[in-house]
């Protein structure tokens, strides 16, 4: 991990000893690592953001799961999955209109 700390400042003391201007910067760079997809694999992440806080990396891991090689890893995974992303208005109107017909008999 490379870390980068800048401290900066111009110092006028005053008799009360203060600083003026105090500047601090700090940048932590984790490794990355460049990979290349198509535009509709982009547009399909993109999609998947949830905000602008929200990384690729963290669409990825969110998204695509390992396979799980026991009964035990299978369910350590579930438990980890966060709750699906539910718009309950939509599901409570598919609910209601279970069973019809589109278009058809009702």
């Known amino acids: 991990m490379e870390v980068a700390f800048v ?5 006028r003391l005053s ?11 700090m940048q932590c760079s984790c490794m990355s690592k460049t990979i290349t997809i198509d535009d509709d694999a982009y547009k399909l992440l993109r999609k998947l953001k949830r ?3 929200d990384s690729f990396t963290k669409v990825i891991r969110r998204h695509i799961i390992a396979p799980a090689k026991t009964a035990g890893e299978l369910l350590d ?5 966060e709750p699906p992303d539910v718009d309950l208005r ?9 069973g019809r017909r589109s278009g058809g008999r009702r």
């Open 15 to 25: 008799a009360h000893r203060s600083f003026d201007n105090l500047c601090i910067f």
């Open 7 to 11: 401290l900066g400042m111009s110092a």
């Open 77 to 81: 995974a579930m438990a980890a999955q």
């Open 90 to 98: 939509e599901l409570d109107r598919i609910e209601r209109e279970r």
């Open 51 to 53: 905000g602008t806080q």
